[in-house]
């Protein structure tokens, strides 16, 4: 019995290659379409968190202004909608510096930015605990990829209110990545909890605990 070879025609050959590089291109904008709308978002943030004064202008004015004209209630409608960071977390050994959104913003999320954890408290909050994950790995969302860099004594920042609160890590441990998080810190001291996920190893996370030294 002879075998009937059946040629791909080149047209196929060269529909197939066309459709991948699109897709590639597709995949390749988005992601670049993502990082420079939040480098662009975060900028309008810096300017909102560092000068209160604009702040408390643009907020007043909204609230007053009732006869304004066409042009400035449009510029006051889209600063209202413009959700705010309200601190940073910084940590001086990496250079790292993120803002982070109130917790019940639709902002805070690991998906977007770094993410206050829902039962977390405030820095100002008397031997309660302030804990914010993000995502380690690639892609622009990785803003914990260098924590795995953190040993015990290093220090970590969080500016909130006018007030700077400087940490310093006192343990550093793993846990399975489960969906739970289990803190192990000293309930007689403020503190500061950062996860993600270990390096090179998603099936645990990493958690850092850091005990507050001082307020400036």
Known sequence: MTRIKHKIS???????????????????????????????????????????????????????????SS?????SSVTSNLE??????????LGFRRGFYNIDSALNTVEAN????????????????????????????AFFNDLHLLEVGD????????????YQITNIYKDKNTGRLAIKRDYNKTTLTLV??????SS???IYIAELLRVE
């Open 10 to 68: 080149p047209n196929v050959i060269a529909l197939v290659a066309a459709a991948i590089i699109v897709l590639g291109l597709f995949f390749t904008l988005s992601s670049f379409i993502d990082e420079k709308r939040l480098l662009s978002f975060d900028y309008m943030n810096n300017q909102f968190y560092d000068d209160e004064q604009i702040v408390d202008d643009v907020y007043t004015t909204n609230v007053s202004s009732e006869d304004s």
């Open 71 to 75: 042009d400035s209630t449009s510029s």
């Open 114 to 141: 770094i993410e206050v954890i829902k039962g977390s408290s405030m820095p100002d909050v008397e031997n309660g605990n302030l804990i914010i994950a993000g995502h380690s790995g690639t892609g622009w969302k």
């Open 196 to 201: 993600t996920c270990t390096n090179n190893d």
């Open 155 to 166: 220090e970590a920042r969080v500016l909130y209110q006018g007030n700077t609160y400087i």
């Open 84 to 93: 705010h960071y309200i601190g940073y977390l910084e940590i001086p050994k």
């Open 204 to 206: 645990t996370q990493t």
